[in-house]
């Protein structure tokens, strides 16, 4: 039907698909993708300071939750529709469903509309791994996975990856994601065991990676659980209500977090004093702090995902698509020849 | 490329493209749609209270804006992106284009993506129209469009079909858009003159309508300008530092707002106290408060544009599509089998 109303290239934005994401993934592989974006997202947090930041804009309802998130470095602006629907499992849905937009900031055209379901797997993983290999112990070799939803196997993928991880001890409350995981996991060589208890899955572990769904105050993690020296990330708590870990374990933890005002309000730091001392991995990555100090010490990475890893998993994509035409044009500019005659632009296609 | 990874029925969005945004508007008629629109954002209006709202979430630079205009109405989830760049149009780029989606909140996934670049133009003059009809004097006949860019057109066929008004008076500080308009207008059956002064303009018109796009303090109209009794849409000023209206104008005026916390920060009337006194229009369509109460009142709609008129523009066409198929579905969404079992769909697909 296009034919007849033909619009001009500036009407055209490339609009990756779920289907066009999966060729990328596999064209580039996705242990290395989430490699290549884990060093994009390095490199932006350690430009952190050139970026317009604000906590994501949630509409909240019983069922759960529809955020979008936004920043701009001040060439590119990039946001994420995201949604989490805990009980959308059951009806078919996915719990976590995303899409997001590149854009210019000098004309504020969007240059890319792009599926982020995947991506947004890719980039949470990615980020993980990111902070895993900065805080981990030396020498870690096992990981526990708490969580086989979803993002489970692209953590470990991420993990292995960066850290060199290939031992998993996996643990859900639901066995069949367990055994979905596993036998995900052993096709891509992991050494896995699965479990029947959080404490049997972690022991031995020297990471800890949590990610559940449940929309509620959870605890997954208790004190006894942990041993020093461990690193954690946190990563299904993630809105308010929403944590997966014992308070008694953040008092023992230093606690790394992205973005300050939106932990606060939604990760496990919720649970805590407003005042509660973090650091800001930015300013680990940039070398102005600490990350790990002791071999003891018990690490934790409070993650809720933030804008600028959007951002980031954005503009590598943008950037692959030179070279990998997976993308398809949307006509989704109106373009006048004359841009101030809209109305008559629509009444020559009437 | 598609037939090999064929997505299900979940995982596809219906959108609209320009190009079937023009045959919708075609099919129903430019006036009758806005018309029709006008109606459903009364009807929102007049629920005001149901709706989540919020100031847009805005983000500026040196050549624009970029903007987020998220609602809902606890049954549907709206959002609307949108930027305004008054120096794209020497770069043959337009001012403002838009797009936006609709979602439900019970499962957070997206029901239409859709163009809104006409979409808002629509909408932007169904709520003038509407506003229009709720305040101007009785028996007026004439009104003057200061600004005769890619709005001017709109505003002016939606305020003929709710308020009968056929006489038009065009003033542009380019006569290149005021002789565009004037030969738009005149093939729509206005009766229409066009001006040399913003002051030759309003003279005899009981309404004035202002869309300029100049994103600094401006003073399109003066205080001597405005005669008692008149009606003032002011609807270009709509972004912290960009203005229409010279502030004694305000003072002798009885202003109507959307939203006041977005209007005190966008509006004309951040020129004012942020205590003077507004009424907000959803009182006035719910008959809590009264419009026009005297004849030679001056009443002026200081417009900025809020969601709630995105969301009813977005539920309007996407109603219309269960009779108009003027949409494309478009693979936005990942579906697996197993909802938890993303890494598995993406490796099935390799």
């Known amino acids: 039907m296009k034919d007849t109303l033909q619009p001009s290239e ?35 947090f350690k430009r952190w300071p050139e970026f317009d930041k604000t ?3 949630a509409a909240h309802s ?6 979008l998130m936004p920043t701009s470095d001040g060439a590119q602006y990039g946001f994420k529709y995201v949604n989490g629907h805990p009980a959308n499992m059951a009806r078919g ?5 995303a899409f997001g937009v590149l854009s210019r900031v000098d ?10 379901t995947l991506l947004t797997a890719l980039r949470t993983a990615a980020t993980s791994a990111l902070v895993t290999r900065l805080l981990a112990p030396k020498g870690a070799h096992t990981m526990a996975l708490i969580g086989n939803g979803a993002q489970c196997e692209f953590q470990a993928v991420a993990i292995r990856e960066l850290c060199k991880i290939n031992t998993l001890r996996l643990y859900d409350i639901d066995d069949k994601a367990t055994n979905k995981a596993a036998k995900n996991l052993r096709a891509q060589g992991f050494d896995v065991t699965t479990h029947t208890s959080p404490e049997d899955a972690v022991t031995g572990a020297q990471i800890i990676t949590t990610c559940t769904a449940d929309k509620q105050f959870a605890t997954i993690l208790t004190d006894n659980m942990i041993g020093s020296g461990m690193h ?13 870990l014992h308070p008694d374990i953040l008092h023992r933890s230093d606690i790394f977090v992205e973005y300050p005002p939106q932990t606060r309000v ?5 649970q805590l004093d407003p005042e509660h001392p973090v650091t800001e991995l930015w300013h680990v990555f940039a070398g102005q702090k600490p990350g790990r100090t002791r071999e003891d010490q018990i690490t934790l990475f409070d993650s809720v995902g933030f804008a600028t890893e959007d951002f980031s998993a954005l503009r590598y994509v943008h950037a692959q698509l030179e070279t990998h035409p997976f993308f398809d044009p949307l006509d989704m500019l ?17």
């Open 62 to 67: 019983e069922e759960g939750v529809i955020e």
């Open 266 to 270: 939604e990760g496990e730091i919720q």
């Open 107 to 116: 004309t504020g055209y969007p240059v890319m509309l792009t599926e982020m």
């Open 10 to 44: 500036l009407a055209y934005v490339p609009f990756v698909s779920v289907a066009n994401m999966m060729r990328l993934i596999h064209t580039i592989g996705p242990g290395q993708m989430m490699a290549d974006m884990a060093s994009v997202i390095e490199a932006d």
């Open 93 to 97: 849905f996915q719990t976590v469903t």
């Open 232 to 244: 954690i990330n946190a990563i299904g708590g993630d809105c308010p209500g929403k944590t997966e």
């Open 55 to 57: 906590p994501r804009i």
């Open 334 to 350: 109106a373009d006048p020849d004359d841009t101030r005659d809209l109305w008559g632009m629509l009444m020559r296609a009437g």
